[in-house]
């Protein structure tokens, strides 16, 4: 019997994460650069508990190609949060698309 991801972790800022460790989300890191981001995401991505991974959307827009690279695969579903700072104006996938993606199916809501 396999046994499938159960953990959230979470990549942002410290406001961020200390307002997602108050909601339950023992996995987080507090990013203060670009190469920590980096390598925190890839340890969370690598880590088999790890269902979801929540990246400020900040953090995520400075590793582009690698949360795309990370997209690929079935876990972790990656989602991006506006960081305390506020929303970063971009196009983003609709819910309807990252259903789609995760769960092969789409979905006429």
Known sequence: MSTFP????????????????????????????????????????????????????????????????LLERPFPIIIEIPSSKGRIEKEHDTLKELVKRAVGIELNI
């Open 6 to 69: 159960v953990a959230i972790a979470c990549v942002a800022d410290e406001d961020t994460v200390l307002g997602l460790k108050l909601a339950g989300i023992q996995k987080a890191a507090i990013i203060n650069d670009a190469s920590e981001a980096r390598q925190k995401i890839i340890e969370f991505a690598e880590d088999q508990e790890v269902a979801v991974l929540i990246i400020s959307e900040e953090i995520a827009a400075k590793n582009e190609e690698l949360i795309n690279s």
